[in-house]
């Protein structure tokens, strides 16, 4: 299920338990939520409890790239539920709940020019290569930290051989916004990006893949009642506002309350020391059973 890590990671980051922590690729992100999920429905029907509502669960293994088949699933779930409560890993090892998430643009920008020999007749092309170049410039430009804004260029590629000046090269955009009338401003500047090089052709498609999730009254009342559950589980519930895109904001724009970041409580999502706190999973288990029971 859902994990950015390729199939043979396993051998080099193997699962283990060490010092109340517990390892291996996707183990936070989020396989832990789906342990959660599974252990605090079969704890209710252990204890002959049924939830007051309907439980749907949905699974889906395409979230790290963009959700493409599962999305229409997931938003038409959430237009007849009345809560969503999202898997996704909490916000650092304090466990906070996430009740905001960035807005997640992706693009890409072709660049098609005119080859020439680098050597013999350089003056007769139009390198793609340099065009992209000033395109990269010009979209970092678009970032701006202090209200959230963040435009990168991940990867790009371009050419084919070192002596020749190069015909086509292209790049992946990612756009992060934490609100829509932002997410509309840059996507706007995005798509209307002109080439710097007289006689380049540039050609950018894609745009907004998740909306930005705004905390709203219905979820501020749903983490009200996660508190309350929380207390006598000795663990105080932070809340957070995150960068990273999930499943949540498809539900969000449905406009049906959403509490995110159920799931472990660890550190390293996406990264070689990624790990969860063994003793936060009977926590987070009691914590999603009882949301499941009270709300």
Known sequence: ???????????????????????????????????????????????????????KMVFNSDE????????????EEARK?????????AAGSGGALKIGRKGVGMSQLKVT????????????GISAVEELAHQIIRLHSFTDLEIGTTVNVGVMSGGSVRNQIAPFAEGLVDLRVA????????????LALKPSLPGAVVEITGGMNRLPMEKTPATARLLESARNISE????????????????????SAMG???????????EGPHAVHEHIIAAELPRRVGLLASLLMGT
Do not use: Y
């Not at 342990?35 to 252990?46: E, G, N, R, V």
């Not at 790239?65 to 938003?75: D, H, M, N, P, Q």
């Not at 539920?81 to 890993?89: D, G, R, Y």
């Open 1 to 55: 299920m859902d994990t950015v890590w390729a199939t043979d990671t396993l051998q080099e980051m193997p699962f283990r338990m060490q010092d109340g922590l517990v390892s291996g690729p996707g183990i936070l992100d989020m396989k832990a939520g789906i342990a959660i999920l599974l252990h605090a429905l079969d704890a209710l029907k252990t204890l002959g409890l049924a939830p007051q509502r309907r439980v």
């Open 64 to 75: 790290e790239v963009g959700s493409t088949t599962s999305r229409a699933l997931i938003e």
């Open 81 to 89: 539920s009345a809560h969503v409560f999202v898997l996704e890993p």
């Open 113 to 124: 020019c005119r080859a020439a020999h680098a050597g013999n007749e350089p003056e007769k």
């Open 179 to 190: 609100t829509m009338s932002e997410a509309d401003r840059v996507t706007e500047e995005i």
């Open 232 to 251: 006598p589980l000795r663990k105080e519930l932070g809340e957070a506002h995150v960068g990273g895109g999930s499943d949540a904001q498809f539900a």
């Open 256 to 266: 049906v309350a959403v509490l995110d970041g159920l799931g472990g409580v660890g």
